[in-house]
Structures are given as structure tokens and as C-alpha cells.
């Protein structure tokens, strides 16, 4: 409530915009990140630890994502107005679908 840090969990200075964006899963035991300097989405455990690392060709500069109540990961992508919608497994490890892309 200080403003002090009081734990960190996650840190990546491989590039300027490695954690872009986040959301937490239903249940809390699970962290998404938007790495939009390498296209990435992470999965972290509760501690910090990756538990999965997911990308596609259609993943081309992630900077949303969203959790739905059912626990569907939703991750938005805008790469020079390709605008993306990709709907991941909760584990990261397969896309569903393509929900929205410049095609529709």
C-alpha cells in the first residue's frame, strides 16, 4: 500500500515490451504475458516459474489477452492491421481457432 515492491516473480530484459500485457486465470493459479518484442505468450505458475511458452504464425504482435470465466484464453494481435483473434488452450499448448482475422 507504500508503494514499495514487496516480491518479484517475473522479470525479462530481453527486449523493451517482453511483459506488454497480463491477465490471471479463473482460479489464480496461473499468469499470461504478452511478450510483444518476440511475439510470445507466457504462461507462469503461481511462483514465477514458465510453465509454457506458446507462439503461432498468426501470433504476430500480441498486445491483449483475456481470460474468460470459462477459462479460454483470448489473445489479440495487431500486426500492420492484420488484427487477430486467437482462442488458446489454457495450458498453451495448441490455438483453438482463429476467431477474427482481416479475412472476415
Known amino acids: 500500500m507504500r508503494g ?18 497480463c491477465a490471471v486465470s479463473p482460479t489464480g ?4 504475458i504478452i511478450n ?3 511475439d ?3 504462461i507462469l505458475a503461481r ?3 514458465v ?5 503461432d504464425p498468426e501470433q504476430k504482435s500480441p498486445y491483449g ?7 479460454q484464453m483470448l489473445v489479440v494481435c495487431n500486426h500492420w492491421s492484420i488484427n487477430t483473434i486467437l482462442q488458446v488452450e489454457s495450458e498453451g499448448k495448441r490455438k483453438f481457432a482463429t476467431l477474427q ?3 472476415d
Open 36 to 38: 510483444l518484442s518476440h
Open 4 to 21: 514499495k515492491v514487496v516480491s518479484k516473480i517475473f522479470e525479462d530484459k530481453s527486449g523493451n515490451s517482453t511483459v506488454w500485457n
Open 40 to 42: 510470445k505468450l507466457l
Open 47 to 49: 511462483d514465477g516459474s
Open 51 to 55: 510453465h509454457a511458452t506458446f507462439t
Open 65 to 71: 489477452v483475456h481470460v474468460t470465466a470459462a477459462g
Open 101 to 103: 482475422s482481416n479475412k
Open 29 to 32: 493459479d496461473k499468469l499470461y
